[in-house]
């Protein structure tokens, strides 16, 4: 797919011959021989920013230690800085349309970078684009450099932004959770346990849970995160330094923790770093972790709300589309089915980013492209599902309070509250007569003189039964 454009080409050369690239593309005959190569899936770089972002950042810090170093006159160096900064600042995204799925190992992302911060670098001094003997991808951007130490370094630094973006999504919907538990703290209902009759406990405890079991995951997602902060900048090709002059891996991630503001180290042992992407299997695990507990809360909204007149019913959702196209009245849970589906994707990219980082070969992974894409994407798709999630359902969930009290009165579980009270035995006389009979614990309790009902009251308070307490009740027998 070449970008085409009413200003001509200009003819670029490589390794193998020469090409036609359009005049108005930033980027150069290698990319332009990635993008022909590649045409795989739908995964274009520009569609991830933060990766772009990560790139540009990456090429900064290197120009930093190289123009410190004595590697880059000033004038190269300030025009590739700036270059590096008007894409850190979203500029020129759609210069950058190689295939995030692509073979060698991520040489054509690299190059589509170089190549892009070149041709800006030389129009920034008064050049023309392409005219790479006043600054040239290879020998000036990439300077210092391999894709094998700059291209993962650059996935760390995006895949950073990526989870701290992850988080603010996050922390919404376990504030949206949070209100929900508040609003619903007197709403007493049944609990389940293998989707059978459990005990009492409230509507609000529902949701607290939900929110808690989210809010866990933040420190499983800081600790997996972490692992980004370390890169092999200064490698170069397989983590021997060859190419680098003495200092510049330390200068560069200085630099990098300059820009970033993040505590930035290089690796103990560049070698065994440079073949390692560990790191994303990591922050894959941890995502996975998230997405399996928001498909468990999207299931229980849906069996909450299930019915209207045949289900659970006790809450109910937002109404959002027409259920079925042959069932009048139908409305289906729509956005908890469509979390569920993202939970299945992110798990599903799990397993591939697992088998990906477990086939690097010697000094390299040259699968490391696909465990990019795939960990980019689980954190779009959980960013947006939780955004779907909390606006278009948790926001507007409302609770069916007398149908939820009515499960209560009528179950045979809330015996277990006697338990402590009336002993296993009288328990499990009046639970096997209530089955029998359809008669309400309540009622039988009375009957049979176990208990006055004044001390029944008591221990069948909602405020009794939602958490330990100690009564000092007698039954009558």
């Known amino acids: 797919m070449k970008q085409s454009c009413d200003k001509g080409v200009r003819t670029e050369s490589d390794l193998l011959g020469s090409v036609e690239v359009p005049e108005c593309a930033l ?21 991830y920013p933060e990766f772009v972002k990560g790139l540009a950042i990456t090429k900064l810090g290197a120009a930093m230690a190289n123009h410190e170093l004595g590697l880059l006159p000033d004038d190269m160096f300030e025009a590739i800085a700036k270059a590096c900064r008007e894409i850190m600042d979203g500029e020129h995204l759609d210069q950058f349309p190689v295939d995030m799925i692509q073979g060698g190992a991520g040489t054509s992302t690299n190059m589509n970078a170089n190549e892009v911060i070149a041709n800006r ?44 973006r992850l988080k603010r999504h996050l922390e919404m919907l376990v504030r949206s959770l949070r209100a929900k538990s508040e609003e619903f ?48 900048m200064g490698a170069t090709a397989i983590g021997t330094g060859i190419c680098a002059e003495p200092g510049y891996a330390e200068k560069c991630v200085a630099a990098l923790s300059e820009i970033t503001g993040w505590d930035i180290v290089l690796a103990p042992d560049l070698v065994g770093a ?35 007149r045949c289900g659970l019913g006790e809450i109910n959702l937002p109404a959002r589309q027409p259920g079925s196209s042959i069932m009048p009245g139908k409305v289906n849970p729509v956005i908890p089915e469509v979390m569920t ?86 328990s499990t006389k009046i639970a096997k007569e209530a089955m029998a009979t359809g008669r309400s614990v309540y009622d039988l ?32 027998k």
């Open 121 to 164: 670098a030389l129009e920034i001094m008064g050049h023309k684009r392409g005219e790479y003997q006043f600054c040239s991808p290879n020998d000036h951007v990439n300077r210092s450099q391999s894709t094998n130490d700059a291209y993962p370094t650059a996935i760390h630094i995006g895949m950073y932004m990526a989870h701290l």
């Open 341 to 426: 589906q993202i939970a299945y994707k992110v798990m599903g990219n799990d397993v591939c980013v697992t088998m990906a980082s477990e086939a690097a070969q010697m000094e390299l992974n040259a699968m490391e492209p696909v465990t990019a894409q795939c960990d980019f994407e689980s954190v779009d798709l959980l960013c947006n599902g939780f955004d779907t999630l909390r606006i278009r359902c948790v926001d507007g969930i409302t609770a069916n309070v007398d149908k939820c009290r009515a499960d209560v009165h009528n179950s045979i579980s809330v015996v277990t509250a006697l338990n402590p009270v009336i002993g296993y035995k009288n």
């Open 274 to 308: 440079t073949s390692d992407t560990s790191s994303m299997v990591g922050y894959s695990a941890a995502m996975k972790r998230l997405a399996t507990k928001a498909s468990k809360i999207s299931n229980d909204l849906r069996l909450l709300a299930s019915g209207p």
């Open 27 to 47: 980027y150069g005959v290698q990319t332009l021989r990635g993008v022909e190569n590649f045409e795989i899936s739908r995964f274009h770089l520009y569609d």
């Open 185 to 232: 703290k007197n709403v007493i209902k049944i609990g389940r346990t293998q989707l059978e009759d459990a005990v009492p406990m409230t509507l609000g405890q529902t949701f607290s849970g939900f929110a808690s079991i989210l809010e866990d995951e933040f420190k499983h997602l800081d600790e997996a995160a972490a692992d980004f902060l370390t890169v092999n």
């Open 445 to 476: 309790v009375l009957e049979h003189g176990i208990l006055s009902k004044e001390d029944l009251d008591t221990i069948l308070s909602p405020a009794n039964m939602i958490k330990p307490v100690k009564l000092d009740i007698k039954p009558l």
